[in-house]
């Protein structure tokens, strides 16, 4: 589903990314862990488009086609969903209308027609319900005085609503509490453990991993993957550090 090959990707001309390799297939979760500014959100963000940061080398394609050349619009209209490890503040945008215009602008790459106003305050109360979060908080623009854990529960929402096909999640569970880590625990397993979508779970800890079981955990150090394993990784890095594991 995503094969990355060899990626180089830099900032201002400084190299992050250096030579990064990663295949996943459908229905697979991947972990990604590493040090802090080993390139993680980097990834995360050269996989879902954000201009200024300049891919040097290698390729990545997603269901065959070339991610690279697609704009970020066409990347999330192809089923990409990038949960971001600092969601960003929408003043004078509600989560309603936002939601709205970005589920009907990819129901339109796909022929479908737009959801009316009904139909969409339907699902998005549902999946607002399913993550335990007021429904109120649909009207506020989005993510303005939402606490940490608000905002990161609310970009489940937001993950329910697109139902998208591959999800890349970025430090999903920081600032989350021990219930709210469980619910967005099983928001993620709910919306997209299915044997046709995929997921990228970036994390620094363990914790998240006892919810959403990963089939393979990778090291991300220096900008590339220097170890793969399964859950137990996970288990070997807490327990030894970055270091000792694979630097
Ligand atoms: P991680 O998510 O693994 O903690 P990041 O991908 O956020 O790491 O950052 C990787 C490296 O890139 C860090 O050294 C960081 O300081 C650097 N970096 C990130 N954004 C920029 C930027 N806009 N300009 C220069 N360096 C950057
Ligand atoms: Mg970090
Ligand atoms: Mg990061």
């Known amino acids: 589903m995503l ?25 697979e979760i991947h972990a990604i862990m590493g040090p802090n500014g080993a390139g993680k959100s980097t990834l995360g963000y050269v996989l879902g488009g954000r201009p200024g940061y300049e891919v040097t080398a290698g390729s990545v394609t997603f269901d065959g086609q070339d991610l690279l050349e697609m704009a970020a619009n066409e990347r999330a209209a192809a089923g990409l969903f990038l949960g971001f490890q600092y969601p960003v503040e929408i003043p004078g945008v509600s989560n309603v209308q936002f939601l709205r215009e970005a589920l009907n602008a990819q129901r339109a790459t796909r022929d479908e027609k737009p959801l009316s106003g009904g139909e969409f305050l339907k699902l998005a109360r549902a999946q607002a319900a399913a993550l335990e979060m007021d429904a109120e908080m649909l009207k506020r623009p989005v993510n303005v005085g939402f606490s940490g854990g608000e905002k990161k529960r609310n970009e489940m929402v937001q993950m329910g609503v697109i139902d998208p096909k591959f999800a890349i999640l970025d430090e999903t569970d920081s ?32 914790r998240l991993l006892d919810y959403v079981k990963p089939d393979f955990v990778h090291v991300l150090a220096d900008g590339r993957i220097t170890r793969t394993g399964g859950a137990e990784l996970a288990h070997e890095l807490e327990r030894e550090g970055y270091t000792q594991v694979a630097a």
């Open 3 to 27: 094969k990355i090959d060899n990626l180089h990707a830099e900032i201002d001309g400084k190299a992050i990314l250096k030579g990064l390799s990663l295949e996943v297939n459908p229905g």
């Open 175 to 206: 600032g989350l509490d021990i219930d709210a880590l469980r619910i967005v625990g099983d928001g993620i397993n709910r919306i997209m453990r299915k044997p046709d979508k995929a997921v990228l779970l970036i994390t620094h800890y363990q």
